[in-house]
């Protein structure tokens, strides 16, 4: 057990504006006109679609499918009929469509037959199936599947539970640690036996003492040991790599994970979602969700998975001068190019915006290479050169700078004297990045099927000699075995030892056996002319038949022999006198 904190590099301390939402309680939001359900909830992974337009589907009935190692269950947040499976705009910067499954509520709510997972007396491999089923990802923002994160369920002495949530606005994680903190131990208990650690710890900023107090109380009363740890409000002490610094002193290098060192951290919401999914059997078809920000009444709802953000906001009545929205905190969150999206396991927080809370940036301006950045970046890394190369699509010394070691939290950004926009910078690069592998491995890809062509077709065409030659050796060895046919087919045995002129010979010599043994049909009463016309016509054939068999020295003599006579004519022609 480590008795002190630690201090990770840089972080910053930006205003927290949590009391503006976290003091009323967890509130239900209604059900919408419509659920729009996607059936890809992360980046990483999409379901197969399982119900039809015109079904009725109940609350908690899958209608997603996993599919890959990183795909999670999706199902039906509450009862009704399915309208429609279409395309619709994803909760994403880009606003690309991805496939929804539209579900229109009939009101009743009525849940699917629910049975708890006795996962004591089920295989390891049984849980981690339950969970993935269940669609349990984590709810922290990276929607990273549970099920996966778990592991083999070896080599972790330290499970984490992060309750830190530093990203300034948001509390959803913090109320619901005030009052559900029994049922998140539960789950977090859960989440250590299947893991294989040895100790839990929670990890919460000092900044929420109602909801330290509530985790304290509930750890007093719960199974095994759980040690409840405030940590300094410092952001971003919410991150994991961040957060397994300060606990437990052990730094995760560029390109390595906590599990690699022992050590994993799980949010609490996920850990919440696992109690559920274990103890009651229930799928996760909704999250907390903080709305905040330029609003009359923010707070935190429990919001189904696929409600409209149009439909939500209204529970907030965000002011006039609401000039845009912002899904997330205002250091990793993102503008919403539009309000029709539906809200995701990955949806936290929604923030109405208006100038006076969040002016617009100052003008970006020369980078004048004060190294601000550089300390206060949490990844210890040099945001000042990665701006310049991703500046210059200088995309192989950015990736040597540990490019994607970046966090994308802002810090770096908040503290530039120059206003310069760095991680948009970025994520510019890293896309670039991507989308060049993409491209890279399709080429690959297309290379390697016309190599195969290349290959199948020389493969096939060696066959096909083989084959041939096979054939050539039979057609030889029967013309050995018959020598009437041979004597028949003098100038194709002569060449059989080429195989495409031996099986010609051979082809030439069935022909011609089969055309002896062709017998003349009606021939019966026949009068006398058409006796004597087929009599001519079959000495004419017999004369023929003998030219084709003489042998080419001979077809020439008796080409000649007429050329002769007629010379010899025109010249006793031209002998005689004329009158």
């Not at 206060?376 to 310049?388: G, V």
């Not at 290959?455 to 000699?465: I, N, T, Y």
Request: glycine share 8%; proline share 8%; net charge neutral.
């Amino acid at each position: 057990m480590i008795g002190r904190l630690f201090r990770f590099h840089g972080g910053i301390k930006p205003d927290a504006h949590k009391n503006e939402s976290c003091t009323p309680a967890i509130r239900r939001a209604p059900l919408p006109a419509r659920l729009i359900v996607p059936l890809r909830q992360s980046a990483r992974a999409s379901a197969a679609c399982m119900v039809e337009p015109g079904q009725k589907v109940l609350k908690g009935e899958r209608i997603g499918e996993a599919e890959g190692m990183l795909g999670t269950a999706v199902h039906a947040p509450t009862s009704g009929t399915v309208l429609e499976i279409g395309d619709y705009p994803m909760a994403h910067p880009s606003g690309l469509d991805t496939r929804c499954v539209v579900i229109k509520p009939d009101g009743e709510d009525r849940w699917v037959e629910l049975a708890p997972f006795d996962y004591h007396n089920a295989s390891r491999g049984e849980a981690l199936a339950w969970l993935r089923d269940c669609g349990i990802v984590g709810l922290g923002g990276a929607t990273f599947p549970s099920h996966v994160k778990l592991g083999k369920g070896a080599g972790i002495e330290i499970l984490i539970l992060n309750g830190a949530e530093c990203e300034p606005w948001i509390t959803c994680d913090d109320r619901l640690m005030r009052e559900r903190a029994t049922d998140i131990l539960a789950g977090a208990s859960i989440l250590r036996e299947l893991i294989g650690a040895r100790e839990l710890v929670v990890g919460i900023e000092d900044n929420k003492p109602e909801a330290i107090a509530a985790m304290q109380q509930a750890a007093g009363a719960a199974s095994g040991p759980v040690r409840i740890v405030p940590v300094p409000a410092l952001y971003p002490a919410g991150g994991e790599k961040q957060l397994i610094r300060v606990l437990t002193g052990i730094e995760i290098p560029y390109g390595k994970l906590g599990g690699d060192y022992g050590v994993q951290c799980f949010n609490v919401g996920t850990a919440h979602a696992v109690y559920r999914a274990i103890a009651h059997g229930e799928p996760l078809v909704s999250r907390i969700v903080t709305l905040t920000g330029n609003a009359k009444n923010p707070g935190n709802w429990e919001v189904p998975i696929g409600t409209p953000v149009e439909d939500l906001l209204t529970l907030a009545h965000p002011k006039a001068d609401t000039d845009r929205y912002i899904m997330g905190g205002p250091m990793m969150g993102f503008a919403m190019p539009r309000l029709d999206v539906p809200v995701v396991k990955g949806s936290n927080c929604i923030i109405a915006a208006s100038p006076k809370l969040f002016p617009p940036a100052p003008p970006e301006q020369p980078c004048i290479r004060c190294t601000e950045c550089a300390k206060a970046c949490p990844a210890e890394l040099q945001p000042f050169e990665l701006y310049w190369f991703s500046r210059a699509k200088n995309f192989g010394k950015a990736q040597e700078y540990h490019l994607f070691d970046c966090i994308e939290c802002g810090s770096c950004a908040y503290v530039c004297p120059a206003h310069i926009p760095l991680v948009d910078y970025f994520r510019f690069a890293k896309s670039e990045i991507w989308a060049r592998e993409r491209e890279k491995a399709a080429a690959d890809q297309a290379r390697e099927r016309f190599e195969f062509r290349n290959f199948r077709q020389e493969r096939e065409k060696a066959e096909k000699a083989a084959k041939l030659a096979a054939k050539a050796a039979e057609t030889r060895a029967k013309l050995a075995e018959n020598p009437a046919a041979g004597a028949s087919t003098a100038p194709a045995a002569a060449e059989a030892e080429d195989p495409k002129k031996a099986l010609i010979a051979a082809a030439l010599a069935r022909a011609k056996a089969q055309k002896a043994e062709i017998k003349p049909q009606n021939t019966d009463n026949l009068s006398p002319q058409t006796q004597a016309e087929i009599a001519d016509i079959e000495a004419r054939r017999k004369v023929l038949e003998a030219a084709d068999a003489l042998p080419p020295s001979a077809e020439a003599a008796v080409a000649a022999a007429p050329e002769s006579e007629s010379a010899e004519t025109r010249a006793t022609t031209d002998a005689e006198p004329r009158p």
